[in-house]
């Protein structure tokens, strides 16, 4: 596109980018203790959670994906652990474009929360971990590699992963922590591109954490959007078959004392966005009906994913999704108005 400007009678040219649309494709997993960190609520050790299991199950999803931005939690909170992680899993096949940020670990917890990104096309400009129980909620502030850069024209993106405490008592708990979240937002990021994400081990639409973040939260202006309101995704969805298509976990019908039972009947995993990128008011938009439970195919209420096959991904994606976890990742694209 060209502009042009009339100055002293003369015509010239004004070159300037050329607004065109890219995708990003974000991924929120939880993996299950990586690195064989033991819990208070599972026996999670090298026979029934194998490392190097893992990381071919991990390479074989991300594989599938192709995620730019991969957030994640439950993972080992050693700083060993995450250069395994990003050599291993990410940084293979000739890619050298992956990164990823120094741990900060508040909680002194034995798991946390963590990004790996794809540094072509953005770069992590800070990390602050706020201090919630009994994990850190993490905040990863990126700035995208866009031609705007060049005339001082920054396109943010704000990941925040959290991990509130599991079990139906412990509702205040995971509101407390969102509260914390949504404070930070509304002092730092009231408006721009914000995803919050994680393991929100919520049982339903009417927990009030989930509230706090869509509903009440006194400044209305930075309430998130989830991407599956418009599909009927959002309610009481805790062992409600009706919600089928939707629930991330558990991928196992049995325990292996590590992996959690029951089969596919919670949705305790979420990316929601803020209404800048549900608009597209900064640049970036989500990319309408994108986001899903990655190996959810509607037909596996209550039953391990494996059952009579899977026809949301191919079968190694399959075996992978159903060894690696006992979640489901979440994914979502949202498009770039400025070619990265």
């Not at 002293?8 to 993996?31: A, W």
């Not at 190097?52 to 730019?68: A, F, G």
Request: hydrophobic share 35%; glycine share 6%; charged share 20%.
């Amino acid at each position: 596109m060209k502009r042009f400007l009339l100055i002293i009678g003369v015509f010239c040219t004004l070159s300037v980018p050329v607004f065109s649309q890219d995708t990003l494709t974000v991924m929120q997993y939880n993996l299950l203790y990586y690195g064989n960190y033991n819990s208070a609520f599972a026996d999670c050790y090298e026979t029934n959670n194998n490392t190097q299991r893992k990381d071919e199950c991990v390479r074989t999803i991300l594989d599938y994906v192709k995620p730019d931005i991969l957030t994640v939690c439950e993972f080992g909170a050693t700083q060993s652990l995450q250069s395994s992680f990003l050599s291993h899993n990410l940084n293979i096949n000739g890619a050298t474009y992956w990164k990823s940020d120094n741990i900060i670990n508040y909680a002194h917890e034995s798991i946390i929360n963590h990004i790996f990104y794809d540094s072509r096309k953005m770069e992590l400009k800070q990390h602050v971990a706020l201090r919630t129980s009994p994990r850190d909620t993490d905040v990863y502030e990126l700035y995208l590699k866009t031609p705007g850069i060049l005339y001082g024209d920054t396109t943010k993106l704000i990941c925040i992963v959290t991990h509130p405490k599991a079990g139906m008592s412990y509702e205040a708990n995971r509101r407390a922590t969102m509260q914390v979240a949504m404070d930070y937002i509304n002092r730092n990021y009231s408006s721009d591109n914000v995803l919050i994400m994680g393991d929100f081990n919520m049982y339903g639409a009417s927990e009030s954490g989930y509230r706090l973040l869509t509903e009440t939260y006194s400044n209305p202006d930075i309430l998130f959007v989830d991407p599956l309101a418009n599909q009927g995704g959002v309610g009481e969805w805790n062992n409600n078959s009706r919600f089928a298509p939707f629930h991330t976990q558990s991928t196992h019908s049995y325990s292996n004392e590590c992996y959690s039972s029951g089969g596919l009947d919670d949705r305790f995993d979420f990316i929601l966005m803020s209404d800048e990128i549900y608009m597209g008011f900064n640049k970036m938009k989500y990319v309408n009906y994108s986001y899903h439970a990655v190996g959810n195919d509607g037909r596996h209420f209550n039953q391990s994913i494996d059952q009579n096959g899977n026809d949301a991904v191919p079968e190694e994606v399959m075996e992978a999704l159903f060894d690696g976890s006992d979640h489901l990742p979440v994914t979502m694209k949202m498009a770039v108005f400025d070619k990265l």
